[in-house]
Structure formats: structure tokens, C-alpha cells
């Protein structure tokens, strides 16, 4: 039939990509800050696009209700980046979490 898919409809590709994935989770870093000013979705949005295009920055978790942003980055975080990041949002990085 030649599909790369197997019986349980997952593509037979996915063990080299798994296995490229784990050894990229061991060069990132995971920093929480603390952020002020955030209220609603619109904030979480703003602040998940704006830390998010920083180089460097794999992923942004954004909890409005605790005002808390969690970033994950390949390597050490650049503090003042992510702050002026947040700071270009219209937001306010107090610090780490």
C-alpha cells in the first residue's frame, strides 16, 4: 500500500522526530515571572506575541489570574529582553516568580 502510516493511524516517521524533540528539551530553560497589569484574554494574547517573537523563546505561558508569565527558552533567558518585551505590550515585569 505504501502509506508511512501504521495500523493505529500514526506515521512511522514520528520515533526520528521524538527523538530530536528529546534532545532539544534538554537545552531549554523554564523561567516564571511576574507581571502586573494583566486582566484579561486580551492581555494574555498581547504579552504570549510579544515575548514570544524574542529570539530564543520556545514557548509563552501566560496566567492572567496569577500574574504569571512562564517562558521557555533554548538556553539561559534574557531577563531584559522578556521585560522589555512585556513592557512593549503595556505591561510590567516585577521580577521572577
Not at 68 to 89: L, M
Request: aromatic residues 2%.
Amino acid at each position: 500500500m505504501g502509506s508511512c502510516c501504521t495500523p493505529d493511524n500514526s506515521c512511522s516517521t514520528n520515533a526520528a522526530a521524538d527523538a530530536t524533540t528529546a534532545v532539544a528539551v534538554a537545552d531549554r530553560t523554564t523561567t516564571v515571572y511576574a507581571v502586573s497589569g494583566m486582566t484579561c484574554g486580551h492581555c494574555k494574547s498581547a504579552v504570549t506575541q510579544s515575548v514570544g517573537e524574542l529570539a530564543g523563546v520556545l514557548s509563552v505561558d501566560v496566567d492572567v489570574a496569577a500574574g504569571r508569565v512562564t517562558v521557555t527558552t533554548g538556553g539561559a533567558p534574557d531577563d531584559a529582553a522578556i521585560a522589555a518585551a512585556v513592557d512593549d505590550a503595556g505591561y510590567e515585569l516585577t521580577g521572577r516568580a
